[in-house]
């Protein structure tokens, strides 16, 4: 049996301000992967890129992207469906990119984490975007307008890989409507892989956590972070969506 691959899928400047969002599409084409049987897809996590007049962008200059375990054969397949769809899906006016990597087949995944990480902090240009893309051996292609968007994809793919960056798309939902959770118990949700101050504690299983907002969670040391806090009672709750906007 051939043995399994590990993709990873991101994309960006897809959408405007009145148009379904990149986190959107980015959800479509990881349920496609699933209902072709193509292969099986993680959560997906949005990595805010910089933020400045002279970088152009659509709606909020973030990049989606997910991880995908595949059939080798399957990659060709998830590439040319991935890029029509975006072709036919981005909203007027926007400039989307596709990026996709065979993480084993990384040449210089450092050279990648930088390049995500300056992307948060500088303007950057499509030539470098696709020398590091010649580099790594990855998929980077342009669908419609300017192709601006190969730029955030590819970020999103080095973010995803640095393992310090990154918000997980949606709200985590659970099966009861109480507001307060064991750590224990918030861990069982397959999103939170733990539960952690910012300063990095980990918190003990059996300590009460309230939610008392939209509970997000966060990318953390390639893990997904439930983040809490003491509030002025002493009682632990999720962090604020205020507070996790920097993440």
Same mark, same amino acid.
């Given at each position: ?8 899928? +991101? ?7 009145? +148009? ?7 959800? *479509? ?33 973030? #990049?989606?992207?997910?991880? #995908? ?12 469906? +991935?890029?029509?769809?975006?072709? /036919?899906?981005?909203?007027? %006016? ?22 995500? *990480? ?30 601006? %968007? ?22 985590? #939902? ?55 806090? *003491? /509030?002025?009672? %002493? ?13």
């Amino acid at each position: 049996m051939e043995k399994m691959m590990k993709i990873l899928v +991101s994309i960006d400047d897809t959408d405007n301000l009145e +148009s379904c969002g990149t986190g959107e599409l980015a959800a *479509q084409i990881s349920q496609t992967i699933e209902e072709e049987g193509w292969g099986h897809c993680s959560y997906i996590t949005r990595h805010q890129l910089l933020v400045h007049p002279d970088v152009p962008y659509t709606s909020h200059n973030s #990049a989606m992207c997910f991880e #995908a375990t595949i059939e080798p054969e399957n990659l060709g397949a998830i590439i040319d469906w +991935s890029s029509q769809f975006l072709a /036919n899906n981005s909203a007027e %006016g926007s400039d989307p990119g596709l990026c996709v990597a065979v993480v084993d087949a990384l040449a210089d995944i450092e050279s990648l984490i930088a390049y995500g *990480q300056s992307a948060k902090l500088e303007v950057l240009n499509k030539a470098l975007a696709y020398q590091r893309a010649v580099e790594n051996g990855l998929h980077l292609s342009e669908h419609g307008g300017t192709g601006q %968007g190969v730029i955030g994809a590819l970020a999103g793919i080095g973010l995803r890989l640095g393992g310090m960056d990154g918000r997980l798309k949606g709200k985590v #939902a659970f099966s009861d409507d109480r507001v307060t959770f064991t750590a224990e118990e918030l861990k069982d949700h397959p999103w939170i892989d733990a539960v952690e101050t910012e300063e990095g504690d980990v918190v003990a299983d059996a300590t009460e956590v309230m939610l008392v907002d939209k509970v997000k969670v966060v990318r953390l040391r390639h893990h997904a972070v439930l983040l809490v806090e *003491q /509030n002025e009672q %002493g009682q632990w709750q999720v962090l604020s969506r205020q507070k996790l906007k920097k993440y």
